[in-house]
């Protein structure tokens, strides 16, 4: 199927760091992006990873990709209270189609 | 700043009266794009326009018509709206290349929700 699969919620310590997992179940999808979404908000592109990489780090965020197991995960360094939203993991399946995630939720703990 | 936007972001209407949700943009993106997304569920995609080729996809229902008049401006249309179409409905552009490219990424608008009494 098209199934991207992705745990409905994670609560974390403000401070801490956060790690959102994901399963996809294309293995030639080329683009793999995670997106944030915050209330009342569109998705907002946070940074995706090409299949051809393990790793991609941009500030806070860190991408890790294993493709043996088409697992996707987004750590999230020094978690703030800004950081509270839905993220939502996605497969580029052609170069019109991406597939989503249901998205997971993030709450930060005092 | 360039965007995509989207008009009205609230909107409600009553079972079986049409509705249509604007959206446009400054990117002057190519790809045009329309996802329902109901609450804890992922985006999904109703139809997208390349240019102006309409692509619907094979689940969309025949009540979600779409429009594109210019590369600026696309609509959704909801010809007889029922309870199951409340949702967020959001509209999203790319550029797409002539290879694939992150570039091809797409950009949200904020949305508009919508609702049926």
């Known amino acids: 199927g098209e199934d991207v699969e992705q745990s409905l919620f994670l609560s974390v310590r403000e401070g801490d760091s956060s790690v959102i997992n994901c399963t996809y179940t294309d293995s030639s999808s080329t683009y793999l992006y995670w997106y944030k979404q915050e209330p009342g908000a569109g998705l907002q592109l946070l940074t995706y990873i090409f299949s051809n990489m393990d790793m991609k780090q941009d500030q806070r965020l860190t991408v890790l990709l294993n493709k043996k197991d088409k697992h996707l995960s987004l750590r999230i360094a020094d978690t703030q209270t800004g950081d509270s939203a839905i993220y939502f993991c996605?497969?580029?399946?052609?170069?019109?189609?991406?597939?989503f995630g249901s998205g997971t939720r993030l709450s930060i703990r005092p | 700043d360039a965007m995509v936007i989207q008009n009205p972001r609230y909107q409600v209407t009553q079972f079986g009266k049409p509705v249509t949700l604007s959206c446009s943009q400054t990117?002057?993106?190519?790809?045009m794009y329309w996802y329902q997304q109901k609450s804890s569920q992922a985006p999904k995609l109703l139809f997208h326009?390349?240019?102006?080729?309409?692509?619907n996809e094979a689940d969309t229902p025949d009540n979600f018509q779409s429009r594109r008049p210019n590369t600026s401006f696309c609509f959704l249309d909801i010809r007889s709206p029922g309870l199951g179409d409340a949702a967020m409905y959001l509209c999203a552009t790319s550029r797409r290349g002539r290879s694939r490219s992150p570039t091809d990424t797409q950009y949200f608008g904020p949305g508009t929700r919508l609702t049926v009494l």
């Open positions: 990117l002057n993106h190519n790809v």
């Open positions: 996605a497969e580029r399946k052609s170069a019109s189609k991406i597939i």
């Open positions: 326009y390349y240019d102006k080729d309409f692509n």
